[in-house]
Nanobody, 115 residues
Framework: QVQLVESGGGLVQPGGSLRLSCAAS????????MNWYRQAPGKERELVAT???????NYGDSVKGRFTISRDNANRMTYLQMNSLKPEDTAVYYC?????????WGKGTLVTVSS
């Protein structure tokens, strides 16, 4: 079992920045993928960013150039630095990992971008 706990969400003005954190605990394969998803009201959950244990990083088109995913493997942390935030970035952000053939989710953290 793997547990994921997100933190760092909140209210921010357009153009501002936030840094989300995801703390992982439990048994994880050394080969894994750490991902951030988001879900806005009335919309489907979408992939925001992914970072694999092999060093591959990818971003959703809507956040490229603004968001940065990073991993601190020693401390089992994953971060999402979000810059130049827009109202359309408002959503619940979920941490996700795919490891050992299993898929795990955190409970999410709410990010609201509004003036």
């Amino acid at each position: 079992q793997v547990q994921l706990v997100e933190s760092g969400g909140g209210l921010v003005q357009p153009g501002g920045s936030l840094r989300l954190s995801c703390a992982a605990s439990g048994s994880m394969s050394r080969i894994n993928s750490m991902n951030w998803y988001r879900q806005a009201p009335g919309k489907e959950r979408e992939l925001v960013a992914t970072a694999t244990s092999l060093g591959t990083i990818n971003y959703g088109d809507s956040v490229k150039g603004r968001f940065t995913i990073s991993r601190d493997n020693a401390n089992r942390m994953t971060y999402l630095q979000m810059n130049s935030l827009k109202p359309e970035d408002t959503a619940v952000y979920y941490c996700n990992t795919q490891t050992g053939g299993m898929n795990y989710w955190g409970k999410g953290t709410l990010v609201t971008v509004s003036s």
